[in-house]
């Protein structure tokens, strides 16, 4: 019980529920398991016909986690910690979905959770101060408190190429992947998209295609993942050090495992570099070499030129062919200035017979055919076709449904421009509503992320209903304050010039055209420390009723 109550008070009987959690990813599962926890009526409201969002989709093949899966896991319950045993040090999506639903079983988490539920829309209703929430069958649910747990990478988009729909052969969104196995052989597959998801997929299916087209807009910085199985033993290892990896990932600037080199570049000598770097490519596993960075190359183009230029070298060794090698090295952006994918293999898929890069800078896509990816020099011909073409990113998701706060007020339109919220879990305007994983909230390390701020916001619940608190909003000079903390955080990054949805951008969406900061890039200890204190101090930077 909270604060000495045996049963929690209902701090709304009249609604359906006290708690609307919108989406069963991570996010979702973990709220539900707390506002149980904590004595909640609550609902997961899920688009899809099980859990686990993000992993739920994104079943495309070479899904996987490029994080390490220990430090990508939840450390809220220390059963599961000491129960679940990870098999490689980057899980592929099976495992990872497989973990999910383990934790789902494990806490009879699904009881709570109505699966194939699409919300279309969520309404304040000011007289009656609650969330009206209809799904697209038209039903209806009324709650108190409203918590997205929708992701910011979750609306995928098509490309905007003429004759998208007319395709006839087989064609996949990664994210939106079939749950039936899906085959290359003997086919002529097409892949449109390099990001971390194409570099993923692209390595994978150029294992078994018959023939392989990547058609690549920009390159990317992608480096080694250097994954490896975890055996038995070593697994004792790793979770006999738990408790020192989570401290870790709690002081790092992003909750990954990976601390910064504190040095500028300048401050080493060209040899002392150049073996830093070697022992990144050639060891570290994961983001290391990307995290790891001296701490100029994310700011100084020169410094960020040095290590890009000495990364283009590595291409330039794995690739055969010097003119797909060239094609491959990134021209408009600097390593680590987007998120850097990670890959197993991926430049050498360039080196086999089955493969073949289309640069469609060089020879734009004028449309897609019934049967094949129409180039201004040629007709390729294609059994299937796969987007791995990105998303709406961070607002994509919320803006698929329409959300209403006082007044009528679309929070579409509220954030017309650029996201403006407060700590990225609140809006002004749309009161009672809570965001795990909002725009402009610390993402990093997603898990790590995820369980701040579900706790956060669960335990921001629980207080006001003790307190009798049942209407709570941002305040407007909060939301003006955490915004141009936003933008002052990310002030020198080389990022904030280059388009990515990092800035907004996504060009086959008219509206995302205009790079903005998108992401908040402060570190996530100071994050949590100022949220923690809006917490100890009584929330009273909030209206509170
Ligand atoms: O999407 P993206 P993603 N014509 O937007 C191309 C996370 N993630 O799904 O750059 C031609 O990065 C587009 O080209 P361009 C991670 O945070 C995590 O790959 O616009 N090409 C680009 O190459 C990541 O950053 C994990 O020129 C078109 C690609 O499609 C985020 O998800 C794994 C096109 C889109 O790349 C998004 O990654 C995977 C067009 N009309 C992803 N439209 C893990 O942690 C788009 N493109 C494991």
């Not at 497989?98 to 699904?110: G, V």
């Not at 390099?194 to 299916?205: D, K, L, P, V, W």
């Not at 998303?391 to 803006?399: C, H, M, N, Q, Y």
């Amino acid at each position: 019980g909270f604060m000495g109550d045996p049963i929690p008070r209902d701090s709304a009987p009249d609604l359906d529920y006290e708690v609307l959690v919108i989406g069963a990813g991570l996010s979702g599962i973990f709220a539900l398991y707390r506002l149980r926890e904590l004595g909640f009526r609550a609902r997961v409201l899920e688009a899809g016909s099980g859990a686990g969002g993000t992993w739920y989709w994104n079943r495309y093949p070479g899904a996987r986690f490029d994080s390490e899966s220990y430090s990508y896991q939840f450390t809220f319950s220390q059963e599961v910690l000491n129960e679940w045993d990870w098999t490689e040090h980057f899980a592929g999506q099976p495992e990872i979905l497989a973990y999910i639903n383990f934790l789902c079983d494990k806490f009879d988490l699904r009881s709570d959770i109505q699966f194939d539920t699409k919300v279309a829309s969520a309404h304040f209703d000011q007289s009656n101060n609650c969330w009206r929430v209809t799904d697209d069958a038209g039903k209806q649910y009324s709650c108190r408190w409203l918590l997205t747990a929708i992701g910011f990478l979750s609306a995928p988009t098509l490309p905007n190429i003429p004759g998208v729909q007319d395709f006839k052969g087989e064609s996949h969104h990664t994210s939106r992947w079939p749950k039936q196995p899906v085959t290359f052989e003997g086919k002529r597959v097409g892949i449109i998209g390099t990001g971390a998801t194409g570099i993923q997929s692209i390595q994978e299916i150029a294992k078994t295609a018959g023939h392989l087209t990547v058609f690549q807009r920009t390159p990317n910085w992608a480096v080694p993942l250097h994954n490896g199985p975890i055996s038995k033993e070593e697994m004792a290892v790793i979770r006999d050090d738990y408790p020192a990896l989570f401290e870790r990932c709690r002081k790092s600037y992003m909750n990954f495992l990976h601390m910064p080199e504190t040095r500028a570049l300048s401050e080493v000598s060209q040899e002392e570099r150049e073996a830093f770097w070697e022992d990144q490519y050639e060891n570290g596993r994961g983001f290391r070499l990307w995290l790891s960075n001296y701490r100029d190359v994310a700011f100084d183009r020169e410094a960020n030129k040095i290590c890009s230029d000495w990364i283009a070298d590595k291409i330039r060794q794995r690739v055969k062919d010097p003119e797909t090698a060239e094609r491959l090295i990134p021209r408009n952006h600097g390593f680590g200035t987007k998120r850097v994918p990670m890959e197993t293999n991926y430049f050498e898929a360039y080196n086999q017979p089955n493969v073949r890069l289309v640069d469609v800078t060089e020879t734009p896509i004028e449309c897609i055919t019934e049967t094949a990816i129409r180039t201004s020099k040629e007709d390729v011909g294609l059994d299937m076709l796969i987007y791995a073409t990105g998303f709406d990113a961070v607002t994509g998701a919320f803006d698929a449904m329409d959300i209403r706060g006082i007044n009528g007020v679309r929070l579409k339109d509220r954030w017309e421009g650029s996201p403006r919220t407060y700590v990225g879990m609140t809006v002004d305007g749309f009161p009672n509503m809570f965001m795990s994983m909002g725009p402009h909230q610390s993402y990093g390390n997603i898990p790590r992320s995820i369980e701040y701020a579900v706790n956060w916001i669960t335990d921001a619940l629980a207080y006001f209903r003790d307190k009798d608190i049942t209407n709570v909003e941002a305040k407007p000079e909060g939301v003006d304050m955490w915004t141009e903390h936003v933008i002052d955080a990310a002030k020198g990054r080389l990022a904030n010039e280059v388009d990515s949805w990092m800035t907004g951008i996504n060009k086959n969406l008219p509206g995302k055209q205009k790079r903005i900061i998108n992401r908040y890039t402060g570190s996530a200890p100071g994050f949590r420390k100022f949220c923690d204190e809006i917490a100890a101090n009584g929330y009273k930077t909030f209206k509170l009723n």
